[in-house]
Structures are given as C-alpha cells and as structure tokens.
T-cell receptor
Framework: NAGVTQTPKFRVLKTGQSMTLLCAQDMNHEYMYWYRQDPGMGLRLIHY???????AKGEVPDGYNVSRLKKQNFLLGLESAAPSQTSVYFC??????????FGPGTRLTVT | GENVEQHPSTLSVQEGDSAVIKCTYSDSASNYFPWYKQELGKRPQLIIDIRSNVGEKKDQRIAVTLNKTAKHFSLHITETQPEDSAVYFC???????????FGKGTKLSVIP
C-alpha cells in the first residue's frame, strides 16, 4: 500500500515548456487535490476533483490544467511554464473532503 | 471565501515547555479544522483535527481547542521534544466547500 505517490520528484523546465505531473493513490479515495507551496505562503489549492471525471478550480488555477480520467490518478499540466510557477507541488487525496493525505511532493524549477 | 490567519509565524521553546499556536478564520460556516505537521523536506502530515460540534480534542501531548463564537482555534503541545520541531499548519473548511484553506504556517523550534 503505497498511499499517495507523485512523479517526478524533481524537474527543471525552461520558460514556455510544458509538462505533466502525475499523482496516484491506491486508497480508493474519491477526492484528490493539487496544491502549491511557496515560502511563507502556506499551501494553496490549485485544482481539485470530487470523483472520476470531475475537476474544479481552487484558489490559484491560472496557468494549470488537470484531468481525472481514472479514479486513482490526478494529472496536473503546465501548458507554458513561467518562472512564477517555480514551487513545490503537493498532491493529496481523501475519502471525503476532510482528512487529506499528502504525497511526497514535486520540486519544480522554471528558468 | 475563507481566510485563515495563523500566529505566530515562528516560535522557539525550551524542551519540556508547552507551545501554543493560534488560528482565526473568517467563514462562520466552517466546521472542520485540521492541523498538519511538516518536517523539513517532507510532506505535510495530519496530526489532529476537530469538528465544530466539539470544543476540545486531545491526543497524548497534543490538544486542539475551538471557539466557534470567536472563530478561532488553537494547537497546544505539552512537554515539547526536539522531534516536535517542524512547521505546523492550521486549516479550515466548511461542509460542501470541498476545500481546505490553510494558514501560512508556524515554524516551531524546540531547543534541547
């Protein structure tokens, strides 16, 4: 039982490049979330999903897209990376909207 | 939307002393208040949570109190140990919102 996993762990992008972050959970959770964490800013919600095939915007959705084609996976895409998207990205999942369990994080640097 | 303020941003205590971190929230409909601990370079981990129908909850050396009238809740750590050193985040959410709003965090340092 791996819990919540994220791929990749680290990534460096150049401005304008695109990439996809993968979050996977093996706990059969309905709810999944993507957060970004910046120094002194806490955790800010980017997008979330309340079930397979659903997505919704969080607090800071601009510049990101998401998809939940399978219940166990939640993908976060950056179509055209910008230096302001340099951050640590955390995925989380939960049975309901509370008791969220986090993945190990992806450290993304955009130069 | 919900706004969560957390204080202090840094806190240093001597080993064995108590530590208290306070949070206030803005949305009176919020009814779920978790606390997360994040060690350096690690993921946030849920350490305790409280629902709005409860005023206090304890788990060994950790306790959380909630004052719905004043819209604030607090984390209390007693008999602090060096391994308690981490960043602590509070959060709040209301039924139907599906979203947690986090405070900006408190860096706790326990001095041996």
């Amino acid at each position: 039982n791996a819990g919540v996993t994220q791929t990749p762990k680290f990534r460096v992008l150049k401005t304008g490049q695109s990439m996809t972050l993968l979050c996977a959970q093996d706990m059969n959770h309905e709810y999944m979330y993507w957060y970004r964490q910046d120094p002194g800013m806490g955790l800010r919600l980017i997008h979330y999903s309340v079930g397979e095939g659903t997505t919704a915007k969080g607090e800071v959705p601009d510049g990101y897209n998401v998809s939940r084609l399978k219940k166990q996976n939640f993908l976060l895409g950056l179509e055209s990376a910008a230096p302001s998207q340099t951050s640590v990205y955390f995925c989380a999942s939960s049975v309901f909207w509370y008791e969220q369990y986090f993945g190990p994080g992806t450290r993304l640097t955009v130069t | 939307g919900e706004n969560v303020e957390q204080h202090p941003s840094t806190l240093s205590v001597q080993e064995g002393d108590s530590a208290v971190i306070k949070c206030t929230y803005s949305d009176s409909a919020s009814n779920y208040f978790p606390w997360y601990k994040q060690e350096l370079g690690k993921r946030p981990q849920l350490i305790i949570d409280i629902r709005s129908n409860v005023g206090e909850k304890k788990d060994q050396r950790i306790a959380v109190t909630l004052n719905k009238t004043a819209k604030h809740f607090s984390l209390h750590i007693t008999e602090t140990q060096p391994e308690d050193s981490a960043v602590y985040f509070c959060a709040a959410a209301g039924a139907g919102s599906y979203q947690l709003t986090f405070g900006k965090g408190t860096k706790l340092s326990v001095i041996p």
